[in-house]
């Protein structure tokens, strides 16, 4: 057995409050380096983009923790996963399509960068919807919603605190 599978093994046997716990963990332990080193390589090549204005209202933070987990699970990991379940009884392929479309829609207006730095928030939240829609399709949704939402108040927690630190 392979490490990583004894981790899913781990993994899949935590209650689904720790386990929501574990994914935003893992969710920004795989994002920052990977942000980092596109970063990184944006600066080597010459084709760092201007800073955008972040919209830090509070209409804007209440939305991105409350309204848009659970549009997206709805649209990025409920229904790709149920259309392709019809098509293909494959696990990884269900997960595939809704991590690239979880990651297509939030690179949609930042580009390869930001279709890179989602993907594997898309990877996990479409893993957690399906480690626990077997327990039930309710279950599913609110552990994908749970860890988008956390990862959403933890990221406009820091921006916030960040551009507080630079005023």
């Not at 919209?55 to 659970?70: E, K, M, N």
């Amino acid at each position: 057995m392979s490490i990583f599978a004894g981790g899913k093994e781990w993994i899949e046997e935590q209650p689904q409050g720790r386990f929501i716990l574990i994914c935003v963990a893992l969710d920004f332990g795989l994002s920052i380096p990977l942000a980092a080193l596109v970063y990184a390589v944006l600066v080597l090549t010459g084709n760092v983009p201007e800073p955008e204005i972040l919209d830090l209202s509070l209409g804007y933070a209440l939305g991105t923790i409350f309204i848009a987990p659970p549009a997206e699970t709805l649209l990025f990991q409920m229904a790709p996963i149920w259309v392709t379940g019809f098509v293909t009884g494959s696990k990884p392929i269900q997960l595939g399509v809704a991590a690239a479309l979880f990651a297509g829609l939030h690179g949609a207006a930042g580009g390869w960068a930001a279709v890179l730095g989602t993907l594997p928030g898309g990877v996990i939240l479409a893993y957690a919807y399906l480690r626990w829609k077997r327990e039930s399709t309710w279950s599913g949704f609110k552990a994908a919603t749970l860890i988008h939402a956390l990862h959403n108040a933890i990221l406009m927690t820091l921006l916030h605190a960040i551009t507080w630190l630079t005023l």
